[in-house]
Nanobody, 125 residues
Framework: QVQLVESGGGLVQAGGSLRLSCAAS????????MGWFRQAPGKEREFVASISRSGGSTLYADSVKGRFTISRDNAKNMMYLQMNNLRPEDTAVYYC??????????????????WGQGTQVTVSS
């Protein structure tokens, strides 16, 4: 059974930075496509970033492009989200997700079969 565990969330002032981590374990992982999503109170879950199996291809939501960087370490079964120049509107619960069947990046949450429990990111103004 695949398990995803996020860490690294917290409270930061606007303009600050955070680095989220996602540890994957269990099952035959085989370097799957992975992604980050977020959900703010009263809003639907939205796509943030996705990374291909090798890490050579990435995809970002327009709202985070140029500020966030997704990366992965396949040897450690880890994925990361470096978040710079954070804004109050980035406040949300951030989830990592795993798509075991795709080969390239995906932005639709329906493509992802496995989800972590989420980590809270709060950006104060």
């Amino acid at each position: 059974q695949v398990q995803l565990v996020e860490s690294g969330g917290g409270l930061v002032q606007a303009g600050g930075s955070l680095r989220l981590s996602c540890a994957a374990s269990g099952g035959a992982l085989n370097n799957p496509v992975m992604g980050w999503f977020r959900q703010a109170p009263g809003k639907e879950r939205e796509f943030v970033a996705s990374i291909s199996r090798s890490g050579g291809s990435t995809l970002y939501a327009d709202s985070v492009k140029g500020r966030f960087t997704i990366s992965r370490d396949n040897a450690k079964n880890m994925m990361y989200l470096q978040m710079n120049n954070l804004r109050p509107e980035d406040t949300a619960v951030y989830y990592c997700a795993l798509d075991p069947s795709s080969y390239s990046t995906r932005s639709s949450p329906n493509r992802y079969d496995y989800w972590g429990q989420g980590t809270q990111v709060t950006v104060s103004s």
